[in-house]
């Protein structure tokens, strides 16, 4: 009898106390998945905001663009002094230029435009992991509370059980 008494209790105090170990545990780990979270997002609004012109490759592609724009210049510059042209041959040289250059930049603002979707991309399947693993938590703590109450529930019949037979 004593020894179904005293195995009713500590069965109601080893689920009490697992219970709340489990649920401590689940807190830290909520904590971490919550940090997890804002460092996503942080990440999210750093690279989504950047400027795609200021990134190293824009910056060198527009360089090179200029560079080639410069030595276009001056070929043609050298031509027009050896074999003479006209303001006209200069003023088309000059557009195409221009538009080389717009080329450029349009390449870069659509490279930029499609960084910006896989940086988006990124952000949404690292938060649905986030969100995934808050749900489960969730679920577990649930299930974890039901077998912590559970236990103490049979401890509590096993004791009624112990004191009822020891009458």
Do not use: C, H, P
């Not at 997002?41 to 360089?63: C, F, G, K, P, V």
């Amino acid at each position: 009898m004593i020894g179904s008494i005293i195995g009713a209790g500590v069965s109601a105090i080893g689920s009490i106390w697992g219970g709340a170990a489990k649920a401590k545990a689940m807190k830290r780990a909520k904590k971490n998945l919550e940090a997890q979270q804002a460092k996503n997002d942080a990440w999210y609004n750093r690279r989504y905001n950047e400027d795609t012109m200021q990134l190293a490759a824009s910056q060198a592609a527009m360089r090179q663009a200029e560079e080639s724009i410069r030595n276009r210049t001056r070929q043609s510059q050298g031509m027009a002094a050896v074999m003479g042209s006209t303001e006209e041959a200069q003023a088309v040289a000059r557009e195409a230029n221009a538009a080389a250059l717009a080329n450029t930049a349009s390449n870069i603002a659509v490279a930029g435009q499609s960084r910006k979707d896989n940086v988006e991309s990124t952000y949404l399947n690292r938060d649905a992991q986030v969100q995934q693993g808050l749900r489960d938590m969730e679920i577990g703590k649930a299930n974890a509370i039901a077998r912590a109450t559970e236990g103490v529930s049979q401890a509590a019949v096993s004791l009624g059980n112990a004191i009822d037979g020891k009458k």
